[in-house]
């Protein structure tokens, strides 16, 4: 990160379920950044990206990664599905990186 110009500094908080905000999401770099970070800290997280991500053949490895798609042209209740996911789980992050443009 250093080498990037970033420190890392901060600690999580104590809970196992949260929602992690990125912000301001300003370039494609947020994304491994984000990535990097939750390996600094040792967090299993998942985060939400646009679906345009998810298409073949990158859809597989950012699943892998931890990737949600979500369709931002159709509203389909996206708030609802992570609030049961959260509802479901023990342990829980979710990253998400409201668009700064």
Do not use: C
Request: glycine share 10%; no cysteine.
């Amino acid at each position: 990160m250093a080498i990037i110009g970033w420190k890392v500094s901060g600690e999580l908080p104590p809970d196992k379920k949260f929602v992690l905000i990125g912000a301001p999401h300003t370039s494609n770099w947020d994304l491994p950044i984000g990535l990097a970070l939750t390996y600094i800290y040792r967090l299993k997280a998942r985060w939400l990206g646009k679906h345009t991500l998810f298409k073949w053949p990158y859809g597989i490895f950012m699943r892998a990664l931890g990737g949600m798609p979500v369709d931002r042209t159709q509203p389909h209740g996206v708030v609802g599905e992570i609030a049961d996911e959260f509802k479901k789980a023990d342990k829980l992050v979710i990253i998400l990186a409201p668009s700064g443009t």
